[in-house]
C-alpha cells in the first residue's frame, strides 16, 4: 500500500539524481571509446609536426601556427591503428586493408611471388590519404616469401602500378597448401613501406603485417578458379571485409550503386 502524505494523497517516489562523479565516469568512457590508438610507427611523425607547430607559435606566425596544428591532428589520424573484428573460419580470405576495391580482374601474379604463370582472380585495394594504413593478413597462413621491388611512385589506381611502381610482396601458404599472394604497393606520395613480420612467420587472420605512408594500394591474388565476393567501387575494412570464401562454389559476385 502506497504511503500516504499530509493531506492524504499518495506520495510520489523521489528520484535521487546520480552522482556527478558517476555522470564525469560515463562522459570520460565515452571519449576514450572515441579515441583510436596511433600506431608506433606514427608518433615520431606527429611528434615533428607538433615541434614545428609549437615553433611557428613561439615566434608568433600565428597563422602558420594553425596550420600546423591541422596537419599535426592530420598525422595523427593518418597512423590511427584501430582494433578490429575478424571473421574466423577455415577458408575465408580477408581485406589486407581499409579502402575502395579499385579493380577486380583476372591476370597473371608478378614474378616477385613466385607463383605459377596462370591466370587468378586480383583484388586491388587502393588508400587514400584518410584512410587507414596499417595492413593485416587476409587469413591463417605461413609467410613463405617476401620480395621487396624497388620503382616508381606513380598514381597507385593505374592498373600499371602493379608492376611499375615500388612494392613488397608476400607470399602465403594457407593451410592446405593453396598460396595466395598479398603486394604492397606505393603510391604517388607513399616513400616508405614497412612491414613488422619476416619469412617463415606464421601469421593469424586479421593480424597486423605491415603499414605504408602515405597513400597507397594493396593487391590480392587469390588462387586459381576462386572467385570474389566483392565489387569496384565497394568499401573494404582491413581485418573485416569477406575478399573470398575458398569453401565455397559462389560464383563472382553481381553488385550495383544505390
Given at each position: 500500500m502506497p504511503a500516504v502524505g499530509i493531506a492524504g494523497a499518495p506520495e510520489l517516489p523521489c528520484k535521487v539524481p546520480a552522482p556527478r562523479y558517476i555522470n564525469a565516469m560515463s562522459i570520460a568512457d565515452s571519449i576514450k571509446k572515441a579515441l583510436v590508438p596511433i600506431h608506433r610507427e606514427g608518433w615520431r611523425f606527429v611528434a615533428i609536426f607538433a615541434a614545428i607547430t609549437l615553433v611557428l607559435f613561439w615566434f608568433h606566425l600565428s597563422t602558420l601556427g594553425w596550420i600546423g596544428v591541422v596537419a599535426s591532428l592530420w598525422c595523427a589520424y593518418f597512423f590511427r591503428d584501430p582494433e578490429r573484428v575478424t571473421p574466423l573460419r577455415e577458408g575465408l580470405v580477408i581485406s589486407p586493408a581499409d579502402g575502395r576495391i579499385s579493380s577486380v580482374e583476372e591476370v597473371i601474379p608478378p614474378p616477385e611471388l613466385d607463383l605459377e604463370r596462370k591466370l587468378v582472380t586480383r583484388i586491388s585495394v587502393f588508400m587514400n590519404v584518410l584512410d587507414v594504413h596499417v595492413n593485416r593478413s587476409p587469413a591463417d597462413a605461413e609467410i613463405r616469401r617476401i620480395a621487396y621491388v624497388p620503382g616508381a611512385f606513380v598514381n597507385a589506381e593505374l592498373d600499371k602500378a602493379s608492376l611499375d611502381n615500388e612494392r613488397q610482396a608476400f607470399t602465403l601458404e594457407l593451410n592446405g597448401g593453396r598460396m595466395i599472394g598479398?603486394?604492397?604497393?606505393?603510391?604517388?606520395?607513399?616513400?616508405?613501406?614497412?612491414?613488422?613480420?619476416?619469412?617463415?612467420?606464421?601469421?593469424?587472420?586479421?593480424?597486423?603485417?605491415?603499414?605504408?605512408?602515405?597513400?597507397?594500394?594493396?593487391?590480392?591474388?587469390?588462387?586459381?578458379?576462386?572467385?570474389?565476393?566483392?565489387?569496384?567501387?565497394?568499401?573494404?575494412?582491413?581485418?573485416?571485409?569477406?575478399?573470398?570464401?575458398?569453401?565455397?562454389?559462389?560464383?563472382e559476385r553481381a553488385a550495383r550503386q544505390s
Open positions: 598479398v603486394v604492397q604497393i606505393a603510391g604517388l606520395i607513399a616513400r616508405r613501406i614497412v612491414k613488422f613480420v619476416d619469412e617463415g612467420d606464421r601469421l593469424l587472420a586479421g593480424q597486423r603485417v605491415g603499414l605504408i605512408r602515405f597513400g597507397s594500394r594493396v593487391d590480392v591474388y587469390l588462387p586459381e578458379g576462386t572467385h570474389a565476393l566483392v565489387s569496384i567501387g565497394q568499401r573494404a575494412i582491413a581485418g573485416e571485409t569477406v575478399f573470398a570464401d575458398l569453401a565455397s562454389n559462389e560464383g
